[in-house]
């Protein structure tokens, strides 16, 4: 769930020449045909801890050990983390991130027309889930090569269901838009939806966000700040925005940060009369009495016969 993704220039593992300086071997050649292997390739996403190393799967560990190809957010992670699992990567590790994807992606989807088996993996949690791997998918599902993947952890699940807060209904919405103006328009645009949402900030912006969450949704709102999941200092601070924006103000925050906010209140259905405008405005546009009945009373949560008096009795 990081934001910030590193480039690093030289490779951290002991072999240098394992890191993006495949030999000529292992290169495909541009336009070859590669049919004949196309079936064995494929494309594994897998889930990293995001906090505890006892969370890596045995699966995980496998791949690790015997993909040809590693695609990794961040070389370095991946060394600390192959260390601490003590495993060892055999195949070739490409560093595969934000800023180089666009151009990496078509030279992995080539190993895998070679029928390479290319391991991802982003620095925690599930590829593709604000990190680094939907364009990899993308690319591979309209090229029709397989893809698949090793579930595990996940911040958005763990906070969601650490939260206290309605989980048959969820939305994940990320990091919000740095830009105060941007920012505000996601939120005004999230102020009735009626699911959970999960959101991911950084520690130093969470007064910031929390104080926009509460002009826009409400000093009332639901939520839980839930800081290091999984981590030796896991921490998750429930309550309503005033209280967590007045923690935030009141303490430094550190580590990683998801945010889940209760969905907006249902709203009381009111009275048939107060909705006959609506449908009288609907009627203006060309749209007949019942239709316009229906897609009020649908809107407005109200019984249509009820409605459909109403209207009448104002004419």
């Known amino acids: ?17 394992a890191v993006d300086e495949p030999d000529a071997a292992q290169e495909p050649e541009a336009g ?11 494309i594994v996403l897998a889930a990293t801890p995001i906090g505890n190393v006892g969370d890596a799967s045995s699966r995980l560990i496998e791949l690790l050990a015997t993909s040809d190809i590693v695609a990794a957010e961040d070389t370095r992670r991946l060394h600390r983390l192959v260390q601490a699992l003590g495993v060892e990567v055999s195949g070739r590790v490409i560093s595969y991130h934000e800023h180089n994807e666009v151009a990496k992606t078509g ?8 029928g390479k088996t290319i391991l991802m993996v982003s620095d925690a949690g599930m590829p593709a889930v604000s990190d680094p791997g939907f364009r ?19 911040a958005v699940l763990t906070a969601l269901a650490l939260s206290g807060l309605p989980t048959d209904r969820f939305c994940f919405e990320g990091f919000l838009p740095r830009k105060s103006g941007e920012r505000n328009s996601r939120l005004a645009d999230l102020a009735d939806e009626r699911r959970t949402m999960v959101f991911f900030e950084a ?3 969470l007064e910031v966000m929390l104080r926009a969450l509460h002009e826009r949704f409400g000093p009332e709102r639901r939520v839980a700040v ?3 999941l999984t981590k030796t200092y896991e921490e998750v601070i429930r309550g309503t925005l005033r209280e967590l924006l007045e923690w935030a103000e ?7 940060i998801a945010v889940v906010v209760g969905g907006a209140p249902e709203q009381a259905p009111g009275k048939p009369e107060d909705h006959v405008a609506a449908v ?4 203006s546009q060309g749209i007949r009495l019942k239709e316009a009945v229906a897609a009020v009373a649908d809107d407005a949560r109200i019984s249509k016969r009820e409605l459909y008096s109403a209207v009448l009795a104002a004419r």
């Open 203 to 205: 520690p130093h912006r």
């Open 136 to 154: 990899l998918v993308e690319g591979a599902v309209a090229a029709g090569l397989t893809v698949t993947a090793v579930p595990g952890p996940s």
């Open 107 to 114: 030279e992995l989807l080539e190993y895998v027309r070679a």
């Open 250 to 256: 009141n303490n430094e925050v550190r580590g990683e």
């Open 226 to 228: 839930c800081r290091e």
């Open 32 to 42: 070859a045909d590669t049919g004949a292997t196309t079936a064995s390739g494929r």
């Open 280 to 283: 009288n405005e609907l009627i």
């Open 1 to 17: 769930m990081d934001e910030q993704h590193s480039t690093p220039d030289e490779a951290p593992f002991d072999d240098a020449s």
